[in-house]
């Protein structure tokens, strides 16, 4: 009660300036770490920040190497969700699109909930890839979707909880061998920062091996789990494809993917999705743009498609 009598006081005024109210999060939580302790910051914004983009991005850096995961929430649709997007996952966390005051609630319980169960503050992922074979790109999948910024072989994959698993999708290409027969791809470890035990940085390696041959398999049978996340993943890469087509001025080239999207969204069963996507292709069409909810919408709609099964 007294902690709603004094946010009834606080007076809204001026613009946005992220950072001051970032960096007075970060010392308030600096106060109280503890090296048991899951640390975490919700920041909540309704407008774009002017002038200090570059030093919110250092600070949500900062806070990633730190054991500090951030959610960033944006109210409305006057927000840099690029900028949201990049602060979150350079923490380890996540960035959400709040369209309704409802989702604030429900937001704020799910992420105290995720962080009652968090056994590992931070984790990363390494890769160690063998002569020959490169990094192309990679995606978490679960629990929802997301590219994997790669600096020096490594990614920042945030906390983990019980029940809670990433599933990551990754692409490498293999320059041809001469050799069949197994042969190692590369070493993946996962780093972890475990409170309450003796030594607190946990990690476990693999070695990846690939069997080369030299003729395929006419019958090769591929997962339907890895079908089923490439489907959604081709989605969200669409996504991204129509936002770069957009900002090179490619209106009907973006145009264009927006209503493959609306296709594809269909023929999964995301209606509501499917209906966003044509209904801002044709607003495309007309004036050239997008609405700036339903570039949110489309964004973070397709981000959530590996957990929203039909």
Same mark, same amino acid.
């Given at each position: 009660a007294m902690a709603k009598s004094i946010a009834s006081t606080i007076q809204p005024s001026g613009g946005t300036e992220m950072l001051q109210g970032l960096n007075a999060g970060l010392s308030e939580l600096e106060k109280n770490k503890a090296q048991s302790s899951v640390n975490h910051l919700i920041l909540l914004t309704d407008g774009q920040t002017y002038g200090d983009e570059d030093g919110c991005l250092e600070k949500a850096?900062?806070?990633?190497?730190?054991?500090?995961?951030?959610?960033?929430?944006?109210?409305?649709?006057?927000?840099n969700e690029n900028l949201l997007d990049k602060m979150s996952a350079a923490s380890g966390g996540t960035s959400v699109y709040i369209d309704s005051p409802r989702k604030i609630v429900d937001v704020f319980k799910d992420t105290i909930r995720n962080l009652s169960s968090v056994v590992a503050r931070e984790m990363s992922l390494s890769i160690n890839p063998s002569a020959g074979v490169t990094f192309k790109e990679g995606f978490q999948i679960t629990p929802y979707i997301h590219r994997l910024e790669m600096r020096a072989d490594k990614t920042i994959l945030g906390p983990l909880g019980t029940g809670q698993g990433k599933t990551l999708l990754m692409e490498f290409r293999i320059h041809s061998q001469a050799e069949t027969g197994d042969q190692r791809l590369m070493r993946l470890t996962i780093d972890g920062d475990v409170p309450g035990t003796a030594n607190r940085r946990n990690w476990e390696c693999i070695d990846i091996y690939g069997n080369f041959v030299r003729q395929m398999d006419e019958n090769l049978e591929i997962p339907s789990t890895i079908?089923?996340?490439?489907?959604?993943?081709?989605?969200?890469?669409?996504?991204?494809? *129509?936002?770069?087509?957009?900002?090179? @001025?490619?209106? +009907? %080239?973006?145009?264009?993917?927006?209503?493959?999207?609306? #296709? !594809?969204?269909?023929?999964?069963?995301?209606?509501?999705?499917?209906?966003?996507?044509?209904?801002? *292709?044709?607003?495309?069409?007309?004036? @050239?743009?997008? +609405? %700036?909810?339903?570039?949110?919408?489309?964004?973070?709609? #397709? !981000?959530?498609?590996?957990?929203?099964?039909?």
């Open positions: 850096e900062w806070a990633g190497h730190n054991q500090i995961s951030l959610t960033t929430m944006g109210i409305g649709s006057d927000w079908i089923t996340a490439l489907g959604k993943l081709a989605i969200f890469k669409m996504q991204e494809k *129509a936002m770069e087509d957009l900002e090179r @001025g490619q209106v +009907s %080239a973006a145009t264009q993917r927006l209503e493959t999207m609306a #296709t !594809r969204l269909l023929n999964l069963g995301e209606t509501d999705l499917a209906r966003a996507a044509l209904l801002e *292709a044709g607003r495309l069409a007309r004036t @050239g743009d997008l +609405s %700036a909810e339903g570039r949110k919408k489309i964004k973070y709609g #397709t !981000r959530s498609l590996s957990i929203l099964p039909k």
